[in-house]
């Protein structure tokens, strides 16, 4: 099925991710009694049949790959904010950015560290590399609520991401005054290295080249978010590719996508399954696998680690390959 595009002008594009809603009761959830070493077989053939991949991706496979936002991690890069601010509200990464900073140089400072650790410091992670390996021969597109560049960083093309939900490497007015981001990264560099008892210098602090006001990070977080040329075009992109493929054998390798934003990825592969009968789904998740048990044998919910399942089934079409 296509993605529909609200507005038919080509500079106020809107994607209606409520359009793909399933409405699918909960008692169809069920979680696949199947074996383990079965289900990456039938993964592994599902993938190797398919004649084009869509992958949507959630937290979850970040944190499967080693960015994890809590626990060791965070308390090792981040003490200093936690004990400058206190631990009852400096719990892990991602909440940590909504406190209410008292100064825009308090605010840079924290998200500067935060992007350096998540977004430029790290290379392309084994696991982002092991899903390119097993994917990037056949048509495929990704849909990612992730914000950490990784899927540029493992190889796959600009051409073929459409990362909904921002990019930690880029910044926007506050306000959303005018529909443009900014790179970042060369300044969140330089604020890493002047930061001082959590602070940046004042003249560091980005200022809206439009309005004059605050700068934010490009994240949806509230109704400011910025939606610019990239983004809407990324958006054309994939309703392209679903058009395209919509007659073709399709996999949707579903990861790490829990029930915090379903809208998005979850419940919207539901019913592209619903209404696509050649489509079959491979949801991989460590908790939440659990497959409408109406998909029957073209869905496979692998509840697992993502990283060892990923590994597993491409080890397995490797050993297929040279036979």
């Not at 140089?105 to 935060?114: D, I, L, M, Q, V």
């Not at 899903?131 to 190889?155: C, M, R, S």
């Not at 790490?256 to 009968?277: A, C, H, L, Q, S």
Request: glycine residues 8%.
């Amino acid at each position: 099925m296509a993605l529909h595009i609200l507005n038919g002008k080509e500079d106020v594009k809107k994607v209606d991710f409520t359009q793909f809603l399933s409405g699918l009761p909960a008692r169809d959830y069920v979680f696949q009694n199947t074996p383990y070493k079965e289900q990456i077989k039938e993964a592994s053939e599902l993938l190797g049949n398919a004649k084009a991949v869509l992958i949507g991706a959630g937290a979850g496979l970040s944190t499967a790959a080693g960015l994890c936002y809590g626990g060791k991690r965070f308390t090792d890069h981040f003490q200093e904010f936690i004990e400058k601010y206190g631990s009852m509200y400096m719990t892990d990464m991602y909440s940590a950015g909504f406190y209410p900073f008292p100064t825009q140089e308090a605010k840079w400072g924290y998200w500067s560290k935060h992007a350096y650790l998540n977004r430029i410091e790290p290379n392309a992670l084994p696991l982002y590399q092991c899903i390119y390996e097993l994917i990037h021969e056949k048509p495929h597109f990704v849909l990612t609520t992730n914000v950490d560049h990784q899927f540029w960083k493992a190889g796959f093309s600009d051409e073929n991401i459409f990362a909904t939900q921002g990019d930690y490497g880029k910044i926007q007015c506050e306000k959303g005054c005018h529909p443009k981001t900014y790179d970042a990264v060369k300044i969140f560099l330089q604020m890493n290295q002047a930061r001082k008892n959590c602070l940046i210098p004042s003249f560091m602090v980005p200022r809206c080249p439009v309005c004059g006001g605050n700068m934010a990070m490009h994240l949806r977080c509230d109704q400011y978010f910025v939606e610019d040329e990239h983004w809407n075009k990324a958006a054309a992109r994939y309703g392209s590719f679903l058009k395209q493929h919509k007659k073709d054998r399709m996999v949707l390798l579903e990861l790490g996508v829990g029930f915090n934003t379903p809208t998005i990825i979850r419940f919207p592969f539901e019913k592209m399954m619903r209404d696509n009968k050649s489509w079959s789904l491979i949801r991989l998740n460590l908790d939440e696998a659990m497959i409408p048990e109406s998909f029957g044998k073209r869905a496979v919910g692998i509840n697992a680690d993502i990283a060892k399942s990923m590994n597993d089934i491409l080890e397995r079409n490797r050993n297929n390959d040279e036979r």
